[in-house]
């Protein structure tokens, strides 16, 4: 009696359950594999795969974004106007469409859709990631990074070189730039300041290329550079007494090897009160004074006119009544622009150049001034040389991957046909722990000529700064 009584109460229990409709989610629910009873033993439960599905969603939908961004009345809109064009697309496309995609995945959604229309597509990652300094992108399926002072290759790509491109267009647009085919090369920057060099075929046989030289997300001011290790505490006050007294100073290096950081820490000794001019090719430095007037080349447009260079830029930079002019880095004509600016005036100025060696330095200003076409002989540009240049400080990235201050140097003029060079500064290596260099920033023991002229106008510079290590 009791067994048929708790079959009565479980046939009850078994039919009021049945009224009952579960609504499953459609990422939760699996299918009944009829070809197993109900005593088969399942012993792996396989999460339902997105990746293709979130891949194949965002693909389609960034190009119906990009045709609707191509309508006439989105030519011309800012970035704010287009991201909430974007936000409002994703937020309609979420609400009214059934996309195979988890809450995270549409999260993720809004945040590629609004970075592949409007950012760096596949880099935006990278760009947030402080280690990295260098992002090169070889092919459309090729990138590789530099971190912590290595090159490697990473596991991000584009779709095509459609997309490689329309990046790279982007960015150039968005500085006023322009790059096609038939002016297959630019040199951009982004809003965080890093330096961006893209190519196009046919330049580059394989696909388009792009460089992305990263800053930071602020500057590197002068203690940090002492505390990694750039140069010495002796060092940095010698500079910035050489820099308060309006003295010509020339950064040379390599590529690569921290000029930009390294002028941009140098130019914290200018006073406030001075009216500075900086020229670049892509406005990079950041500078602590308010009295500065920036100043950018242009490359020539579609005409083929309209070109305006570094040289025509010193040369307007003279009728600003600068206290200061800063060319970001002298490669051309614009060195005897500058060199005659020196010497008529304009100290204080500062520039960097691309040389090993402050005896390089000197050779590649002779060489750049000849590119003025101006016909000089060697002895006088040589001369000009070594009346307008103060102080010539070398840096380089060790094969450590540590940026070092080399070398400082003094112009003392000249003897014969060759500049006279004298060394104040030096960095001697020791040897190696590990992969590290060890080494020591020394003064060589000689004052310069510039502190013992300094020292008669008043200038307290002590000279303990310059004496060898063995004798402080």
């Avoid at 950018?296 to 447009?301: G, I, L, V």
């Avoid at 008529?344 to 590119?371: I, K």
């Amino acid at each position: 009696m009791d067994n048929e009584q708790q079959s009565d109460s479980g046939r009850a229990a078994r039919q009021r359950l049945s009224k009952f409709r579960f609504q499953v989610p459609k990422d939760r629910a699996q299918l009944r594999d009829n070809s197993k009873n109900a005593f088969s033993l399942t012993t792996e439960t396989k999460a339902p795969a997105r990746t293709a599905d979130y891949v194949t969603v965002k693909t389609g939908l960034h190009q119906r974004l990009l045709d609707l961004l191509n309508e006439p009345r989105y030519v011309g809109a800012s970035d704010e106007q287009l991201e909430e064009t974007v936000r409002e697309f994703v937020r309609v496309v979420l609400d009214t469409e059934d996309l195979p995609l988890n809450a995270a995945e549409q999260i993720q959604l809004a945040d590629d859709l609004r970075e592949e229309t409007l950012g760096v597509g596949p880099l935006a990652p990278l760009l947030g990631d402080p280690a990295v300094t260098d992002i090169l992108v070889n092919r459309f399926d090729q990138v590789y990074i530099e971190r912590f002072g290595r090159l490697e290759a990473i596991d991000v790509r584009f779709r095509d070189n459609e997309h490689l491109i329309r990046i790279i267009q982007r960015i150039a647009a968005r500085v006023g730039r322009r790059i096609d085919e038939s002016s297959p090369m630019v040199d951009a920057r982004l809003a965080d300041g890093s330096r961006v060099n893209a190519t196009l075929p046919p330049v580059t046989i394989d696909g388009p290329t792009l460089s992305i030289r990263r800053f930071g997300k602020r500057r590197l001011r002068q203690d940090d550079l002492v505390r990694l290790n750039m140069f010495s505490p002796a060092m940095r006050e010698f500079m910035h007494w050489m820099v308060e007294s309006r003295n010509n100073i020339v950064v040379a290096g390599g590529t690569g090897a921290g000029k930009s950081t390294f002028l941009g820490a140098l130019c914290e000794a200018i006073p406030a009160s001075e009216r500075i001019v900086t020229i670049e090719d892509a406005a990079e430095l950041l500078l602590d004074q308010v009295h500065v007037v920036r100043m950018e080349t242009r490359p020539a447009n579609l005409e083929g006119s309209g070109r305006i260079g570094a040289r025509e830029l010193v040369i307007n930079a003279l009728r600003m009544r600068p206290d200061r002019i800063i060319v970001g880095e002298v490669r051309g004509g614009e060195a005897l622009d500058m060199l005659q600016a020196m010497n008529t005036g304009h100290d204080g100025s500062l520039t960097t150049v691309h040389a090993n060696s402050p005896r390089d330095a000197v050779s590649r200003l002779e060489t750049m001034v000849l590119m003025a076409g101006v016909d000089l002989p060697s002895r006088a540009i040589r001369e000009q040389i070594a009346s307008a240049v103060d102080l010539i400080i070398s840096v380089r990235r060790y094969d450590d991957g540590v940026r070092r201050v080399e070398s400082i140097s003094e112009l003392t003029g000249m003897e014969e046909l060759t500049p006279q060079l004298q060394e104040i500064f030096a960095f001697r290596q020791r040897g190696r722990r590990d992969r590290q260099i060890i080494g020591s920033f020394e003064p060589t023991g000689i004052v310069p000529r510039r502190v013992h002229a300094l020292r008669e106008q008043g200038y307290d510079i002590p000279l303990e700064l310059f004496r060898p290590v063995a004798e402080a």
